[in-house]
């Protein structure tokens, strides 16, 4: 699927930096001046959020950049693009502490489920204040928008969403439609800030049917003790 995913990217002017095309072997040999990329959980993720159905929850994306609101790391932001086969989406989920922009980078329709969220984490019927492209808008909690290639939604704090793809002029990959979108947001800290309503796990074990030929963001093994010359 990362195979795919860079492919997709490509089509759509989506360009990944070095570090996303590093092999595990690569990795291994890798020293200490790869640590934001280690520490900040940046690059591939690949997830079925436990729910063993990749082709409806599931998610591969990557991430370019994110800060951890430390003196070390103070980047007050992240940046991830998302893979979307059409109809593939996570469960749904609220952030208490992110807000986001999500972007449909691609040439099909993105559509998203909104919901607010009462202070127990569950559904609310309160309506919902959002922007698309800074244009306010309210949608009823449990309701639906769609997002047409460029256009893009700003979720804050406690907003209940799923997202996909869906339909337009996406990239045909052995019968199946992809199209891509990207997210923009605060500090990213997927560990802790993901609230899933059905309580699904954001980084389930992983058992390997293949030799493994790259690293998840999530992997990544210690800095290599490299000989002069290397970073």
């Given at each position: 699927?990362?195979?795919?995913?860079?492919?997709?990217?490509?089509?759509?002017?989506m360009?990944l930096?070095?570090?996303?095309?590093?092999?595990?072997?690569?990795?291994?040999?890798?020293g200490?001046?790869?640590?934001?990329?280690?520490?900040?959980?940046?690059?591939?993720?690949?997830t079925?959020?436990?729910?063993?159905?990749?082709?409806?929850?599931?998610?591969?994306?990557?991430?370019l950049?994110?800060?951890?609101n430390?003196?070390?790391?103070?980047?007050?932001?992240?940046?991830?693009?998302?893979?979307?086969?059409?109809?593939?989406?996570?469960?749904?989920?609220?952030?208490?502490?992110?807000?986001?922009?999500?972007?449909?980078?691609?040439?099909?329709?993105?559509?998203?489920?909104?919901?607010?969220?009462?202070?127990?984490?569950?559904?609310?019927?309160?309506?919902?204040?959002?922007?698309?492209?800074?244009?306010?808008?309210?949608?009823?909690?449990?309701g639906?928008v769609?997002?047409?290639?460029?256009?893009?939604?700003?979720?804050?704090?406690?907003?209940?969403?799923?997202?996909?793809?869906?339909?337009?002029?996406?990239?045909?990959?052995?019968?199946?439609?992809?199209?891509?979108?990207?997210?923009?947001?605060?500090?990213?800290?997927d560990?802790?800030?993901?609230?899933?309503?059905?309580?699904?796990?954001?980084?389930?074990?992983?058992?390997?049917?293949?030799?493994?030929?790259?690293?998840?963001?999530?992997?990544?093994?210690?800095?290599?003790r490299?000989?002069?010359?290397?970073?």
């Amino acid at each position: 699927m990362i195979e795919i995913a860079m492919r997709v990217f490509e089509e759509f002017g989506m360009r990944l930096p070095p570090f996303a095309f590093m092999t595990a072997e690569e990795w291994n040999r890798a020293g200490a001046g790869y640590r934001e990329i280690r520490d900040c959980a940046l690059g591939w993720d690949v997830t079925d959020f436990g729910m063993n159905d990749f082709n409806l929850y599931g998610r591969v994306l990557f991430t370019l950049r994110n800060g951890k609101n430390n003196d070390r790391y103070p980047k007050s932001y992240a940046e991830k693009f998302i893979l979307d086969p059409e109809g593939q989406r996570a469960p749904a989920h609220f952030h208490k502490r992110k807000r986001e922009d999500i972007i449909n980078r691609g040439k099909g329709v993105i559509v998203i489920d909104l919901a607010s969220s009462a202070p127990d984490g569950q559904p609310d019927t309160r309506p919902l204040e959002i922007a698309i492209d800074g244009v306010a808008r309210t949608v009823r909690s449990g309701g639906r928008v769609s997002l047409r290639p460029g256009e893009s939604i700003h979720l804050e704090p406690g907003v209940i969403h799923s997202f996909w793809g869906e339909g337009g002029d996406g990239i045909v990959i052995d019968g199946v439609r992809y199209g891509a979108s990207g997210e923009v947001s605060s500090v990213c800290d997927d560990v802790n800030d993901n609230f899933f309503l059905n309580r699904a796990p954001r980084f389930p074990e992983i058992e390997e049917d293949a030799p493994r030929n790259r690293y998840l963001c999530q992997e990544y093994p210690p800095a290599a003790r490299l000989q002069e010359g290397g970073k």
